[in-house]
């Protein structure tokens, strides 16, 4: 069928740290006049519903048109996964191993929609998957579509892992007993001289036998394939590692920072569905709690959706914003306390003490709460979500980076000179009070702090631009066009 309508299938891998900038990347081409099926695993969808305090409904595939662009349709689609909903390895995902013994489920399902999409007069021009779903690229060739791969962090991280054969063949990974991580390794394209301790957790940390990095390691082996590789970054904070890349035959395009739609507690996201992806029910009377405080005098202290962090480290976090005498807001999601709530987690009469100066919440709605006037600083795990959403917001970051690819984004962050290490010693932090406490003085009250305030106010302006008149809005307006020829070229 020649001339079919623009239509993009968007597959996220089902953790919230992906979900939502394939959500912004949606929003996007929703308005530009492309339709988008939005797909969630059967787990992600579950966790959706219970977290939404008027739950969507998802029966049906047609969600209609979409507010601002009535050329454009919007499609929620939920595939089987064979995963648990109630499986609590982690926050939002179960294990690797369990993933990937999902994998058949879901491809044999992803096939059925996209047949499905045929019969119904919708065929998708392109597909764009994450990165950690490469199978996709097998069932785009099967259907004869375009696949553009979306990476969800950083060009400098995708260089690492697309260097994994080099770090194999070159003997530096598995890494020998004994190496010093301030070696330094010159085969990640674009990067120069790194430290190993700067080389993110998973390449360096799990046996080269683990399902961990047998998922790591195949995330990276089928860029080459793709029509493209978005990634969610910016060239003018990249552009050594891109052009490297480039060079490498990847072709990798920044889109980001993809956040000018959701700037702040007045979300600009026009539709319902797109709106409401929190996993976690969002405690929005924290914005009500904000209003009572100076501006910019507020920590923010929280690590995202996936991280683990033991109680005995929640407590030594906890007394150490209360020690540093700041206005703070600490995160605890209910995951980090099995056998109780969050509140449970927190030193022996830790809430009557800090009465009015803290307060404590399971989840928050973060972009509004970094974009509150009265938020000064935010300790961060460093996930690149949060980065972006800090810069985006101005917020200068505290890094306590805990695993996947923190500790290489807080490397980032420290040459931008954007952020304060709350341990510079150690690439991976064990929290103590002493720590928490001299990080947050350092930047709310040394020169230092100092810079890196004004640094992410910089960074800030230099995101926006970005995204309004620079590369990364340049590089969307090409991935509209080229999805519109894609459409037209449909037999």
């Not at 609590?88 to 996209?114: D, G, Q, Y």
């Not at 047949?115 to 919708?122: H, I, K, T």
């Not at 990634?231 to 490498?248: F, Q, T």
Request: hydrophobic share 40%; glycine share 6%.
């Amino acid at each position: 069928m020649a001339g079919s309508k623009p239509h993009a299938v968007v597959f996220p891998f089902p953790t919230q740290g992906h979900i939502n900038p394939l959500m912004l990347l949606a929003e996007r081409l929703l308005d530009s006049g492309i339709s988008v099926t939005f797909v969630h695993t059967a787990r992600t969808s579950s966790m959706l519903q219970k977290s939404q305090q008027n739950p969507l409904s998802y029966e049906g595939a047609d969600q209609g048109l979409h507010e601002s662009c009535p050329d454009a349709e919007l499609y929620i689609e939920v595939l089987p996964d064979a995963v648990s909903a109630d499986n609590r390895s982690t926050p939002v995902s179960p294990s690797v191993a369990l993933f990937m013994s999902s994998i058949p489920v879901m491809r044999t399902h992803f096939e059925s929609l996209i047949l499905r999409l045929r019969e119904v007069g919708r065929p998708p021009s392109c597909i764009i998957g994450d990165s950690f779903l490469p199978w996709i690229q097998d069932v785009a060739d099967h259907f004869n579509i375009p696949r553009i791969e979306f990476w969800s962090s950083t060009a400098t991280v995708y260089s690492m892992g697309f260097c994994i054969p080099s770090l194999l063949s070159n003997g530096y990974l598995p890494v020998p007993s004994g190496t010093d991580p301030e070696s330094t390794i010159d085969v990640a394209p674009g990067t120069g001289p790194c430290r190993l301790a700067d080389f993110f957790y998973d390449l360096t940390y799990y046996p080269v036998t683990s399902p961990v990095f047998e998922f790591l390691q195949a995330a990276f082996v089928r860029c080459k394939e793709a029509q493209r590789v978005l990634v969610h970054s910016m060239d003018h904070l990249e552009k050594d590692v891109i052009h490297a890349l480039h060079k490498e035959g990847i072709p990798m395009d920044p889109i980001g920072p993809l956040l000018d739609l959701m700037d702040g507690s007045t979300a600009k996201v026009k539709h319902k569905e797109l709106r409401s992806m929190s996993l976690l029910k969002e405690d929005k009377d924290s914005l009500e709690w904000l209003d009572t405080h100076p501006k910019s005098s507020v920590i923010y202290a929280s690590f995202g959706s996936n991280v683990k962090i033991s109680l005995q480290e929640i407590q030594e976090l906890a007394l150490g914003l209360e020690e540093s005498q700041q206005p703070f807001l600490l995160v605890i999601r209910p995951d980090l306390v099995p056998n109780g709530t969050h509140l449970d987690a927190l030193p022996d009469k830790f809430a009557e003490r800090i009465e009015g100066r803290g307060r404590v919440s399971s989840w928050v709605p973060q972009r509004a709460v970094l974009a509150h006037p009265s938020v000064g600083g935010f300790f961060s795990h460093c996930g690149w979500n949060s980065v972006l959403e800090s810069m985006w917001m101005g917020v200068p970051i505290i890094g306590s980076p805990r695993e996947s690819e923190q500790n290489t984004n807080l490397k980032c962050l420290l040459d931008w000179k954007a952020a304060i290490a709350v341990d510079a010693k150690h690439s991976k932090v064990y929290i103590k009070r002493d720590l928490v406490k001299k990080a947050i003085k350092t930047l709310m009250q040394e020169p230092e702090g100092e810079v890196v305030r004004r640094r992410m106010v910089e960074l800030k302006e230099e995101a926006r631009f970005a995204i309004e008149r620079g590369q990364s809005r340049s590089n969307l307006q090409k991935l509209v066009e080229d999805i519109r020829r894609m459409a037209s070229e449909m037999m």
